[in-house]
């Protein structure tokens, strides 16, 4: 559903339905790059299973209007300002990747906006090498290339999905290519910058789950590990696909989500 | 990591690794309707679309998965239905745009089931074609209306074997905001890929020579993924409300997928053109030759050409890559490789010349099909259109004397020594006439 918030249209997705007061929401934040499409195979299930699902599409993002945001911070205070609007008071965030990022952030500056976390091939940073900035600056839809193909694992390269006749690789090319061309670089910008996230890690008091992929290029299982070891409380899965978790293995994430959100209640 | 893997490796591999639990290294055939559901959850998600996985074979199947995968990669799209047809494949996308009150700009030199299809089935339900010659790109862009909901046109037309200009038309659908369909048939993801030039459907009979046997019909979709279906008021189909599903937008759920979606959704659900699991298995086959033999099939184009050139029963000659074509420079551009293996012809001494050239050869199939590993003869004159004076004809853009061939993957000395045989009888033809 599209919203006017702060001046601009923004899309959030809903899994086509309203919003409904006395479930429980669980709001998906996308990666770099990325948008509400990250999350196309959980959105409408966990409307199903009964809860109200968000999934905005961040500034520029995807459907959404608006001027991009250039830090973690500004993305965490867009999304706790959203979530007032919505008059959402308490939500279980999902983060993918960068959303991560978003996310830790969030649990540290508006703990009470926090039901529980959990982490889709996440960690405390996300350090960006120099030459995919540049290529994302100079070059958007190479670096769209080569995140999808360092993205995924070795599935990806043989088209292998769940989804009957579905092309993963050319799919998260065309996703990317839906935002501005400015978007990626400026995401990547914030990843490199964010320095917040061990001190944000260390100040949760809440379970968490950390879903992390073996094969990860973007970050790396190693840098997962660190996350959770800095979390009081987080279960961590290592799932055997690449960066792309909720596309590569949605069923395995989903049932691992689920299992979580049953042990919060 | 994974690897942009060349196409020759995607024809091998995409869509399949080793089944897991038997290790099996060719592709299974999942002969199957349906698929025990793990609970009731798992059925629920299926039947609503949120997770991907089959619980009929009318609307998926790991076999056909496994083929609409590899054709999705092999042509550079996002996503593929595989059906019953390439005419299958086409009513399936004109369906799943267009309703009553729609409008198509198509090529007047298609196939003649395509026109058929638009000419005359499409107007009993309201939606009407305008028909524009296919390299006319100001008749095409003045075709195009408020109303107009698909462009569609054939790579190289059949039997005409015109090539449409897919660059030019494709930046006119652009600014028109009107998607552009292709079909590929003729030169399949080998030769080129409409997607790569700014067409955003590509429709495939898999009949031809992607299977390339001759022994299963079959169609496909592919998605380019590039258009943007957003605007509600003109594509209420696919961005609009579905009836089923709670009401979902297929391009907010599905994005760059939303046509294949709502394909898959409505009219496989719906029509039921599904193709066979055998016949995906058969067509998987031939794809793992597919740049084999259509190498094969263009330098036997080629050798056949030369021969036709030079002979003195052929009183015309017509393939794109004839410098005497009139889309030769186009077809250049486009398909650099070689432009299909469809050479047509004409006999000297007409319809009753023709008719004892296609009796009198015996290496060479007479049948209505091209695209198999034979070569593959059809005399529309005393077949398909024997019914039809020259006039006609003539109207419908062939000529009494037209011969259409297939070139096959013989050896191509077997050919011509066949075709002399055929060019003999002609001639006697000819002689008693003179």
Redesign the interface.
């Known amino acids: 559903m599209y919203k006017d918030f702060k001046g601009n249209k923004v899309?959030l997705?809903t899994?086509?339905?309203n919003l409904v007061n006395d479930k429980e929401t669980l709001c998906f934040v996308h990666g770099a790059g990325q948008?509400h499409?990250s999350f196309?195979?959980q959105?409408?299930?966990f409307?199903?299973?009964g809860y109200n699902v968000v999934a905005p599409d961040f500034p520029g993002h995807?459907?959404s209007e608006g001027y991009q945001t250039t830090s973690i911070e500004e993305d965490m205070l867009w999304l706790s300002e959203l979530l007032a609007f919505l008059k959402i008071e308490k939500a279980t965030f999902i983060g993918h990747s960068q959303g991560c990022l978003t996310i830790l952030e969030l649990a540290e500056k508006k703990p009470e906006l926090v039901m529980g976390l959990v982490f889709v091939a996440g960690a405390m940073s996300i350090p960006v090498n120099d030459f995919l900035i540049d290529t994302s600056i100079n070059n958007p839809e190479k670096a769209y290339?080569l995140m999808?193909?360092?993205g995924?694992?070795?599935?990806?390269?043989?088209?292998?999905?769940?989804?009957?006749?579905?092309?993963h690789?050319?799919?998260g090319n065309?996703?990317m290519?839906?935002n501005d061309p400015s978007v990626l670089s400026t995401d990547l910008k914030s990843c490199n910058l964010y320095e917040n996230g061990k001190q944000a890690a260390s100040t949760i008091n809440i379970n968490c789950l950390a879903v992390l992929a073996k094969?990860d290029?973007m970050t790396p299982l190693k840098k997962g590990l660190q996350m959770v070891e800095n979390i009081k409380q987080c279960d961590y899965k290592i799932l055997e696909c690449?960066h792309f978790l909720p596309i590569e293995q949605?069923?395995e994430l989903?049932a691992l989500i689920k299992n979580y959100l049953n042990s919060l209640k | 990591m994974s690897e942009k893997y060349k196409f020759d490796t995607m024809s091998l591999h995409s869509g399949h690794v080793p089944d897991k639990e038997t290790g099996s290294r060719a592709v299974p055939i999942y002969q199957t309707t349906s698929y025990v559901f793990k609970d009731t959850d798992e059925a629920a998600a299926l039947y609503n679309m949120e997770v991907g996985g089959h619980l009929y074979t009318r609307i998926s199947n790991p076999t056909i998965a496994t083929l609409e995968q590899r054709l999705a990669s092999l042509d550079g799209g996002v996503s593929c239905v595989a059906c019953s047809s390439g005419m299958a494949a086409m009513h399936l996308v004109v369906t799943a745009i267009c309703s009553s009150g729609d409008h198509i700009v198509a090529s007047n030199k298609m196939y003649g089931a395509n026109i058929n299809l638009l000419q005359h089935t499409m107007t009993r339900f309201g939606i009407e074609t305008t028909f524009v010659n296919p390299n006319n790109l100001e008749e095409i862009e003045k075709a195009i209306k408020p109303n107009t909901k698909l462009v569609f046109g054939e790579v190289i037309g059949n039997p005409g074997l015109d090539v449409m200009n897919v660059p030019e038309v494709a930046k006119i659908c652009k600014k028109k905001n009107v998607p552009l369909a292709i079909d590929a048939t003729f030169n399949t993801p080998y030769l080129m890929k409409p997607i790569t030039y700014g067409a955003n459907i590509v429709i495939h009979s898999l009949t031809k020579w992607i299977g390339g046997h001759g022994i299963a019909i079959g169609g496909a979709i592919i998605n380019g993924g590039n258009f943007d279906w957003g605007n509600k008021e003109k594509f209420p189909t696919i961005s609009g409300s579905h009836f089923a599903l709670n009401g979902i937008s297929f391009w907010e759920e599905f994005g760059p997928s939303a046509l294949t979606a709502k394909i898959r959704a409505e009219g496989m659900y719906n029509f039921g053109p599904s193709l066979s699991p055998n016949n995906a298995f058969y067509i998987l086959q031939g794809i793992e030759t597919l740049s084999l033999r259509m190498k094969k099939h263009i330098e036997n184009t080629k050798m056949m050409l030369e021969f036709l050139k030079e002979n003195e029963a052929v009183s015309w000659l017509r393939h794109p890559d004839l410098q005497d074509h009139p889309d030769h420079k186009i077809a250049k551009k486009i398909l650099p490789l070689g432009s299909g293996s469809i050479i047509v012809f004409g006999i000297k001494g007409g319809r009753d010349a023709g008719k004892a050239f296609i009796e009198n050869v015996k290496l060479s199939s007479h049948l209505a099909n091209v695209g198999d590993a034979k070569t593959l003869l059809i005399h529309p004159g005393s077949t398909t259109h024997s019914h039809l004076s020259s006039e006609a004809m003539k109207m419908s853009g062939l000529t009494d004397d037209l011969i259409r061939l297939s070139v096959g993957l013989e050896d191509i000395e077997d050919i011509k020594i066949d075709f002399e045989k055929g060019f003999k009888a002609a001639a006697k033809i000819l002689s008693k006439r003179s």
């Open positions: 899309y997705s899994g086509g339905l948008n499409y196309t195979q959105i409408r299930y409307v199903s299973q995807g459907f290339d999808v193909t360092w995924q694992d070795i599935y990806g390269s043989f088209s292998i999905s769940d989804w009957p006749g579905h092309n690789l050319a799919e065309a996703v290519k839906m094969f290029m690449g949605p069923k989903n």
